[in-house]
């Protein structure tokens, strides 16, 4: 297990509360989130209890790219970077003083200190829990009512044979060149964590660009490397050891993707 569990629940930052250009440009009808109706449950759920995990192709039916759009352009992300002493969280006007170099200099720091500790460095923005959501124009709050639905609980339940009280901590991540996230299993006491979620909302990726999803295999002898997809959902048992690598300088977009834990 880690020194240090990922922690996500505290980092809490004002949400801005202005509709975002891209929920504007598509309208709010066209924006809407919704399941796909005809994913082989039965299957997913055997493919479960024999792996601890699945991967769900084009889970949403609709509003995926609405999402990609909205963590694409938004100006609320916050770079979440271990330091010495605990996380450097760097909202957009630190990173703008910080400039590239000032950052990379920070994530070598970060990358040369995670080679006997937990360590990481990507961007997030907060997902409400769904009793804070709000029912308005912002995806974010419309996905955690969704995760917060019978439907969806039902659906998830099914697929990992624990019934869903819920989803917590969830968070949007992007990940760009020197972002990273080492070995962890997300066993957090108190956290009553059955399952994770990523749903990845990346378009175009290669497998050299990094920012691969690894299960790591017994005494990590090897692992299992899932590159990030656009509207997939993996889900997984916890506890289980997993990081993503390190993202190349030559990718040339970030990866994105909504995650967090059910309970």
């Not at 055997?46 to 963590?71: C, K, M, P, W, Y």
């Not at 639905?149 to 998830?156: D, F, G, N, V």
């Not at 099914?158 to 020197?178: L, R």
Request: aromatic share 8%; glycine share 8%.
């Amino acid at each position: 297990m880690a020194d240090v569990e990922p922690e996500f629940a505290t980092f809490r930052h004002p949400r801005s509360a202005v509709v975002p250009p891209a929920l504007t440009a598509c309208g709010l009808a066209g924006c809407t989130l919704a399941v796909a109706t005809d994913h082989p449950v039965d299957e997913l759920a055997r493919s479960f209890a024999e792996t601890g995990r699945v991967r769900i192709a084009n889970f949403l039916a609709e509003g995926a790219l609405a999402l990609h759009d909205q963590l694409q352009t938004s100006g609320e992300w916050i770079h979440l970077i271990t330091a010495e002493r605990g996380v450097d969280e760097i909202d957009p006007r630190a990173r703008v003083a910080l400039g590239r170099s000032g950052i990379a200099a920070r994530q070598a720091e970060a990358q040369q200190r995670s080679t006997d500790r937990f360590g990481y460095s990507y961007e997030a923005i907060a997902i409400p829990a769904p009793e804070e959501a709000a029912a308005s124009a912002d995806l974010i709050d419309r996905f955690a009512l969704l995760m917060a639905s019978a439907p969806m609980r039902a659906l998830l339940g099914a697929i990992t044979g624990v019934p869903v009280q819920g989803f917590t901590d969830g968070q949007a991540t992007a990940y760009g060149p020197g972002d990273f996230l080492t070995v962890h299993d997300d066993a957090v006491e108190g956290k009553d964590r059955t399952a994770a979620f990523v749903l990845g909302l990346t378009p175009g990726w290669r497998l050299d660009w990094g920012g691969l999803l690894l299960f790591h295999g017994e005494r990590d002898r090897d692992a299992l490397a899932l590159p990030p997809m656009f509207n997939t959902l993996d889900l997984f048992a916890v506890p289980r050891r997993h990081s993503v690598s390190l993202v190349s300088p030559a990718a040339p977009h970030r990866r994105y993707a909504l995650t967090g834990w059910l309970r």
